[in-house]
């Protein structure tokens, strides 16, 4: 007998979800019907038949795609890669959600006065530009109050390379009109989203230029953080992204850091179904 393959399927991100006029009409109910339907999805995903295979394969990762994206919180969006699919579940290996835009000057102030801290260097400005002057302890205590985290380095390089597919965001060719950064010459911050240009695949602005943002990612034990995608300041022209990664102490303060926030996705319940259990004596399946 031939070795069993592993049910696993790589599928490029940002390519799995087709468009919805293209699928047929059982799949399309299928996919409205959401989650229920992926257990039954994933025992066939190592059916005999390929198109049977195929079919299950595709149908279930439209449904976690679509769940994940859907249920996305406020102000944030889905960031994944390669795409897993095993009889367990549908993997985003890598997979996260990722704040839209930059945490402004008004919002940080919002949680300052829900949480009695002081106004201070971070206060100064138009409130629609995204706050600076804040520590990473700062920044990891407004996250919190959110319900969220900081990024980590990787996953600000990934949102920003679409998983090392582009080495800006918005693609393969630099174009100072995609980002706020010394080539443009605004001469300061704007407002987060001021960029659309530069917009990455999953939504996601300003990932390069305007302020550089904190992440949770320790160097070594010099218990300095990463700083990473490059401010208003920074040249960028011919630097991958994540460009100008520097290294900073928890509690130093910079007028081209700032931050955004990120979440981790939802564990989802995608066990295949169970057999019933058989009666013996009847002849029947137990309900």
């Known amino acids: 007998m031939s070795a069993a393959r592993p049910a696993v399927l790589i599928i490029l991100p940002f390519l799995a ?15 409205r019907r959401g989650l229920p339907e992926l ?11 390929a198109h049977t295979r195929m079919r299950a394969r595709r149908l279930a990762t439209r449904i976690v795609l679509d769940h994940h994206t859907r249920n996305a919180p406020e102000g944030m969006r889905l960031v994944y890669g390669p795409t897993r699919i095993t009889s367990r579940g549908v993997h985003l290996d890598g997979g996260f959600y990722l704040s839209a835009r930059e945490v402004t000057r008004a919002e ?12 201070d260097r971070w206060a100064e ?3 629609d530009l995204p706050v600076t002057w804040v520590t990473q302890v700062d920044a990891a205590a407004y996250a919190k109050w959110k319900g969220a985290r900081l990024p980590t380095l990787e996953e600000l390089s ?3 390379t679409s998983f090392g597919r582009f080495p800006y965001p918005w693609g393969l060719r630099f174009d100072a009109r ?3 950064s010394r080539e443009g010459g605004r001469g300061g911050e704007v407002p987060p989203g001021s960029c659309k240009r530069g917009r990455s695949p ?3 602005d300003d990932l390069l230029g305007n302020v550089s943002e904190w992440t949770t990612t320790l160097t070594g034990s010099s218990g300095r953080f990463r ?3 490059g401010s208003n300041r920074d040249r960028a022209e011919g630097r991958r992204a994540p460009f100008a990664v520097t290294r900073m102490a928890a509690t130093a303060r910079s007028a081209q850091v700032g931050f955004r926030l990120a979440r981790s996705l939802p564990r989802l319940p995608t066990e295949p179904p169970r057999a019933p259990a058989s009666d013996p004596d009847s002849g029947k399946s137990r309900r």
């Open 158 to 160: 990934n949102a920003a």
């Open 227 to 229: 700083v990473v995608g």
């Open 39 to 49: 257990p039954a999805l994933l025992a066939r995903i190592d059916d005999s038949d």
């Open 178 to 180: 995609c980002l706020n």
């Open 108 to 119: 940080f102030a919002a949680f300052a006065k829900a949480t009695k801290r002081a106004r």
């Open 202 to 204: 999953a939504g996601i």
């Open 17 to 31: 979800i087709a468009a919805r006029s293209e699928d047929p009409p059982a799949d399309a109910e299928i996919i």
């Open 125 to 127: 400005g138009e409130p």
